[in-house]
């Protein structure tokens, strides 16, 4: 069983809502921080939002006040509910976990120990 699992990713048009779903192995304990980046064609890898085991949320500025990370710390999954969509957002979307806890801003965006393999989002216009 991969460490991590996204789901929830399709193609939608511009101004639709998604939610995309990601579970970590039970295998895994302690998972105190999940995440959600993204990597659209060209580009590099780009954070989106963490959220910690108290529930504690960071967002990035590219899509604060769009996207909604939740998370259920018993189980371990978590979800991005992606509003207004633009075809900018198209990419593939990608959950990590680790079990450390945020200690700085760079915290909630690097040192991620366990990767999915990926959900495509497309947004046509």
């Known amino acids: 069983q991969a460490p991590v699992v996204e789901s929830g990713g399709g193609s939608v048009q511009a101004g639709d809502s998604l939610s995309l779903s990601c579970a970590v192995s039970?295998?895994?304990?302690?998972?105190?921080?999940m995440a959600w980046f993204r990597r659209s064609v060209g580009k590099e890898r780009e954070f989106l939002a963490a959220i910690g085991m108290n529930s504690r949320t960071y967002y990035s500025e590219s899509i604060k006040g769009r996207f909604i990370i939740a998370r259920d710390g018993l189980k371990n999954t978590a979800t991005l509910q992606m509003n207004s969509l633009k075809p900018d957002d198209t990419a593939v979307y990608y959950c990590a976990a680790k079990t450390s806890a945020p200690l700085s801003t760079g915290g909630w965006r690097e040192g991620y120990d366990y990767w999915g393999q990926g959900t495509q989002v497309t947004v046509s216009s």
């Open positions: 039970k295998r895994i304990s302690s998972v105190y921080t």
